[in-house]
């Protein structure tokens, strides 16, 4: 589908003006000039659908039932490029993996190669760069995929963990966001799922390839994490099989991917103490990650926005591991320490200002401090960059 000439002459609503929004905006101003366009802020009540040919909605609006007149820029863009897309999602490292597959396609497949989508500018900023052969590498969240009715010709869906029930709910709900990548897929495209997912309810028609743990260490990696080797083997994977890289190429590429910014990120040392930004990890499952992956932990910061998810798979991880310090804050810092024996060894404190100040003297030096919430930073940050960045600065301040 030509999405100018679908959305030209149409009257537009564009339901929401952050980042997003205003892409749309601009998107429509630029390439559909006889559209009308009106953009609205409020409740769905407030909306008159009967006004508009075509409701494009921002992803974090939540709506959780399916009307065909609304749509949003990743439907858009799908329908348009589809044939083109590496689609990723997952609970956890679908930021990662995107990385990781933009640079070694961008080295290795000898096509111009995008990557858009959660993890950078909205897609329809990317529309004019679009030829013919150019790949796509697209991070899709749950809420992009939710009312999606495209999947990309290439799918990728690492995992799925409890996760967003603040927003859907039900975790059916929420899986079935995360299916929607497969669900529309045809017999001539390509699904690479992870050996833990379950695809039950989704009859995709693609090539189907399942990725297990990568128990050893199989990849040169600079980037931090046992969890990295499993997302390399998706990328190698990918890149060998479906773009036909030389397996060697896509080997070197791949050892010259650094962490992302506040993954894993070692942001400094002070008094002899290491400390890295993990602000990205929002469930319990990142956090036992991020304590493997870093050489002599000693102090662990956890605690953030209580949107209602399972922690006690952290909590025995914490009654197993008593050789860590933690540190305890926010709504469900106060949660999980609420849900644990008292020791010497566990602090519940206020605020990340504290938690610093509390690691400071908790934390020897040679030792290492990770902040790992394994919660949201809504409520009190903007989003979890904002709080990686507020970390840096009381640490390093």
Not at 56 to 74: A, C, D, F, R, V
Not at 112 to 140: H, Q, R, W
Not at 174 to 183: C, D, R
Request: some cysteine; proline content about 3%; aromatic content about 12%.
């Amino acid at each position: 589908m030509d999405i100018v000439q679908y959305l030209n002459g149409k009257r537009i609503l564009i339901w929401g003006y952050g980042r997003e929004g205003k892409s749309t905006e601009s998107f429509l101003t630029t390439y559909c000039s006889s559209a009308l366009i009106e953009v609205y802020e409020g409740d769905r009540a407030g909306i008159d659908e009967e006004k508009y040919d075509v409701i494009i909605k921002s992803p974090g609006i939540p709506m959780l039932e399916y009307n065909p007149k609304y749509t949003s820029q990743t439907e858009l863009f799908l329908s348009q490029f589809r044939n083109q897309v590496v689609g990723v999602t997952g609970t956890k490292g679908k930021s990662t993996t995107s990385t990781m597959l933009y640079h070694v396609l961008s080295a290795c497949s000898g096509k111009k190669t995008l990557l858009l989508g959660n993890i950078g500018k909205p897609c329809l900023d990317y529309y004019g760069e679009m030829s013919e052969d150019t790949i796509a590498v697209f991070e899709l969240s749950c809420h992009q995929l939710f009312h999606t009715k495209v999947s990309p010709h290439v799918a990728v869906l690492l995992n799925i963990f409890e996760e967003h029930l603040d927003y859907y709910k039900t975790m059916d709900r929420y899986v079935a966001s995360k299916h929607a990548i497969a669900k529309y897929q045809e017999a001539d495209d390509f699904l690479y799922c992870g050996s833990g997912v379950d695809l039950s309810g989704v009859e995709a028609k693609a090539k189907r390839t399942v990725i297990a743990p990568v128990t050893e260490k199989k990849y040169e990696l600079k980037i931090l994490g046992e969890q990295n080797q499993y997302n390399a083997e998706f990328v190698y994977r990918i890149a060998t099989e479906v773009f036909g890289c030389e397996p060697e190429g896509v080997k070197a590429a791949l050892s010259e991917v650094g962490n992302l910014p506040h993954r894993l990120e070692f942001i400094g040392e002070k008094d002899g103490v290491r400390y890295y930004d993990d602000s990205i990890a929002t469930i319990p499952e990142a956090v036992i990650c991020a304590v493997a992956a870093i050489d002599r932990v000693q102090t662990v910061i956890i605690g953030g926005m209580d949107r209602g998810i399972d922690y006690s798979v952290l909590e025995q991880f914490i009654k197993d591991n008593e050789q860590y310090t933690y540190i305890f804050m926010y709504d469900t810092g106060k949660r999980i320490y609420g849900a644990l024996e008292p020791r010497k060894n566990y602090f519940l404190v206020e605020d990340l200002e504290a938690a610093v100040k509390t690691a400071k003297g908790a934390t020897a030096a040679g030792m290492a401090c990770v902040m790992s919430p394994a919660a949201p930073s809504y409520g009190v940050f903007k989003n979890f960059e904002e709080r990686g960045e507020k970390f840096k600065e009381y640490v390093m301040g």
